[in-house]
């Protein structure tokens, strides 16, 4: 079974095609690394998102077989580091638990190269998002902060793991119908894949990759994702990401947010942030995601999840204090005290009446 869909992507798998238990549904998009379908999981009952990996520099589709092959001989070997690559990004991401990043549900081999399969989330691109916002308004400081700190959580959770994502920018983040931000389709795998055949900065998005991701050289860590996810924020305030970082080296000709928005609806704080995030040399950025959260303005979360435990960079209010308890048994020991000075006086006044009546008895003798 084929539909209209399939002639726009001649490279995808038909419409109905079957992996193991999920059925193809429509090809939602390709690129040159791979194939993305929306699809339908006959043994949970629920649909789902599989993304194919195709490098079109190294493989194509065979026809009728539909397997991916090498387009030479000696690209073979190439192919399989491609897969080895793709497998390894899904099994990282497969141990990511976090609600802002995608989850990856299933990960496995056919048809000569694999397959990685993640939920199907309903929602449209942050991109989208901030046109449509644009043409209403804007984006206000509370919610870009929300927005913010719910990335740094999702990149919290990735970064401990030794992975990063490589490709932060608005097209890649999904705004669930929660409201939710969701990081999705990582660039790792896919930059060291295209590293091979391409110069990197065909593979960047330029504008959001720091200087770094320009060369395979250079060292790359948390403030590597920290450049785009500030380029992202850049992008929600002007309109539109920072220079592409190469031309920033030298000459840089960038004007800061807490300069060029002065007296705006953004806090001088927040628009210092970003600037930080935004340098240019890897060395004088926020070196982890704690380091960023912490350098944010303190807002309270506007609606915290239930299961979530308030963020590094806030303090939990204090417990209202109880009054100190009362001493155990004070009544009891005071009417017990009050007895004891009862019988002594009593004892006393008992002993001096027993004095007293043995003079009068002596006296009365003597007479």
Not at 31 to 56: D, M, N
Not at 210 to 232: M, R, W
């Amino acid at each position: 079974m084929s539909s209209s869909n399939d002639c726009h992507f001649p490279l995808a798998l038909p419409s109905g095609s079957r992996l193991d238990h999920y059925e193809i549904h429509e090809t939602l998009g390709s690129g040159a690394f791979g194939v993305t379908y929306r699809a339908y999981s006959h043994r949970f009952q629920e649909q789902c998102v599989i993304k194919e990996l195709l490098p079109l520099d190294y493989a194509t589709r065979a026809t009728p077989t539909q397997r991916i092959v090498p387009l030479s001989a000696d690209l073979a070997n190439v192919l399989e580091k491609c897969r080895h690559d793709f497998m390894r990004e899904a099994t990282i991401l497969h141990s990511v638990n976090h609600p802002n990043v995608v989850k990856i549900l299933d990960f496995f081999p056919q048809n000569g190269t694999s397959y990685f399969v993640m939920p199907y989330a309903s929602g449209g691109s942050y991109e989208s998002y901030l046109k449509q916002k644009e043409a209403n308004g804007s984006v206000e400081e509370p919610e870009l902060l929300e927005f913010t700190r719910r990335i740094l959580d999702g990149l919290e959770a990735v970064h401990s793991k030794g992975y990063l994502h490589r490709d932060i920018k608005p097209e890649n983040i999904i705004l669930k119908s929660s409201g939710d931000p969701l990081l999705i389709d990582f660039g790792a795998a896919r930059q060291l894949i295209g590293s091979r055949s391409r110069p990197m900065s065909m593979i960047l998005t330029r504008g959001y990759a720091p200087f770094e991701q320009y060369s395979s050289t250079k060292n790359q860590g948390p403030y590597t994702d920290l450049y785009a996810l500030g380029a992202v924020m850049h992008r929600v305030l002007t309109g539109q990401p920072p220079e592409e970082a190469p031309n920033r080296i030298e000459g840089d000709t960038y004007q800061p947010l807490k300069t060029r928005l002065t007296g705006k609806q953004f806090s001088p704080q927040f628009l210092d942030a970003i600037d930080w995030a935004l340098k240019p040399q890897a060395n004088l950025r926020p070196q982890t995601v704690a380091d960023f959260r912490n350098s944010l303005p303190k807002v309270r979360r506007t609606s915290p999840r239930s299961n979530e435990t308030p963020p590094l960079h806030e303090t939990p209010p204090p417990l209202p204090q109880e009054p100190p308890p009362l001493p155990v048994h004070t009544r009891d020991r005071s009417e017990i005290v009050l007895s004891k000075r009862t019988v002594i006086i009593a004892l006393l006044a008992l002993f001096l009446l027993a004095a007293l009546g043995c003079l009068l008895l002596m006296f009365w003798s003597g007479d």
